[in-house]
């Protein structure tokens, strides 16, 4: 148990340790070359100086009596930690659109479909893969949990937030050591996706595939067919309206745009609810269970989305800062990542390191398999540019895929940075730690890990025949003009 000034001090420690991870990054180059985010180096910190760790250390020397045999940090300031993720990752799904215009679907395909297919290959592909090794290895041979096969994709495209959010999950699945397996993974995914992202951006410019290289041209630009100034004419209008909005409002646009996360979360979980009742008057009657396991983020999105639409449709959009939100969502995930780092339990990952090593492994070389020989075939226009960014983010999370789309189209000569930007509409509410990545775990508890299995090879195969059916033909004739121009 804890109360509040525990959790005071969890925090002001927690804020510490970011400080610390600051100081340690600047110092240290390795981790500066690794990109590694600090609430990362933080996470770590937090680790090595808890019971984990450092307390474990000094109670194989000292006993269980000895000082800080059970690490720097108290069980309340511990229990805080422990709690946190499931929390505030919430608050990072909430926020994800809200402050973005939202455009019609018809407008978001046409620029984002082949980025949505590649993405949505990647995901279900990572099902694919992660199943086959627990039937045919992880299970007969290492006695896993059969749900060990979705943890390569929560981990790896959902990030550290979702595998986070997952633990109770696991948890009321009699899987426990699911969640620390799962952040183990997206840490190995971040790490793994920058440095494998790195060496394919280097091969990229070898071998003439990284088009805005040599490419001179105009940065992009989100007001796309505007003149400059139209475009500051626009953005004027959109700061005069926000002045307007907020004038004589006694509060300050921070906790107004709080306000609104707090609304979209609250509408989440009242659909979730809605969808618990509906379970339980139908198909719960039956033994069928499913939606009792969904965690709230995944539905907070949905619910920031509603709030988003109802915004633009009453002329009240100004009053979400998309900078502040921003603000709000990346303090957020801040604190998941370093808890829930904090929170891994060592002894479960080294109980299970081979499993670990090998779920690792056949990610990465799916990952790197897709992008090489898929993402060509289907991407007709910057296939690296664009692929990169769905590569970055399917290793770790979505600002990975932008960090490589930075290594190789800086100005964003492609216009890779847009289409990325709207595939999250067509992606997120469904995988990489949307609901069918909240509902994996249960789906393969209550019917098995064959037939999900089957179900997500068959989402596989669809996605990549609409691929290469709408853009197979525009992406080989791009291939063979690339040839042909050497």
Not at 10 to 20: H, K, P, Q, R, S
Not at 209 to 215: E, M, P, R, V
């Amino acid at each position: 148990m804890f109360n509040l000034r525990d959790a005071l001090f969890a925090f002001v420690i927690l804020a510490i340790l970011i400080l610390v991870a600051r100081f340690i990054k600047q110092k240290a180059r390795w981790i500066q070359t690794l990109y590694l985010p600090e609430s990362v180096v933080a996470g770590f910190l937090a680790l090595i100086l808890g019971r984990e760790a450092l307390g474990a250390l000094i109670t194989n020397l000292g006993g269980e009596n000895a000082l800080f045999a059970g690490g720097l940090f108290s069980d309340s300031i511990r229990t805080v930690w422990q709690q946190s993720p499931g929390v505030f990752i919430n608050v990072v799904f909430a926020a994800l659109f809200l402050g973005e215009s939202i455009p019609n679907p018809k407008q978001i395909w046409k620029k984002a479909a082949p980025q949505v297919i590649f993405g949505q290959t990647l995901a279900w592909g990572q099902y694919v893969i992660g199943i086959l090794l627990t039937l045919f290895i992880l299970v007969p041979v290492f006695n896993m949990n059969p749900l060990v096969g979705s943890l390569i994709e929560i981990g790896f495209e959902g990030g550290h937030g979702t595998a986070a959010g997952m633990q109770q999950t696991f948890i009321d699945l009699d899987f426990p050591e699911g969640g620390d397996l799962a952040l183990g993974l997206a840490t190995v995914g971040i790490v793994s996706g920058i440095i494998t992202g790195t060496l394919l951006a280097s091969w990229g410019r070898k071998k003439g595939h990284i088009k805005t290289f040599k490419k001179e041209g105009q940065k992009f630009s989100t007001y796309e067919g505007l003149s400059a100034s139209e475009i500051k004419e626009k953005e004027e209008k959109i700061k005069l309206k926000r002045i307007q909005l907020n004038k004589n409002l006694l509060i300050d646009p921070l906790s107004l745009n709080f306000g609104f996360v707090g609304l979209a979360i609250g509408i989440g979980w009242l659909i979730l609810e809605g969808l618990k009742l509906i379970e339980s008057l139908t198909w719960g009657q039956t033994g069928l269970t499913l939606m009792i396991y969904i965690p709230l983020f995944p539905v907070a999105l949905i619910g920031g989305i509603i709030v988003q639409i109802t915004l633009e449709k009453i002329g009240l959009k100004e009053l979400v800062n998309r900078r502040l939100m921003n603000n709000l969502a990346g303090l957020a995930l801040d604190i998941v990542v370093v808890t829930a780092l904090a929170s891994i339990s060592l002894q479960v990952l080294g109980t299970n390191i081979v499993p670990f090593l090998l779920l690792s492994i056949i990610g990465i070389i799916w990952n790197i398999v897709a992008f090489v020989f898929i993402a060509p075939k289907i991407i007709p226009s910057y296939w690296f540019e664009r692929g990169i960014c769905d590569f970055g983010q399917s290793m770790g999370v979505t600002a990975t895929g932008i960090l490589l789309l930075r290594m190789v189209d800086p100005d964003n000569k492609s216009g890779a940075f847009e289409s990325f930007a709207y595939k999250q509409l067509f992606f997120e509410p469904i995988v990489g730690g949307g609901l069918f990545t909240a509902a994996a775990p249960v789906l393969i508890n209550e019917f098995g890990s064959v037939s999900i299995l089957l179900l997500t090879f068959v989402l596989l195969i669809v996605w990549l025949v609409l691929g290469f059916s709408f853009f197979g033909k525009d992406s080989k004739q791009a291939r063979i003009a690339e040839k042909i121009n050497g």
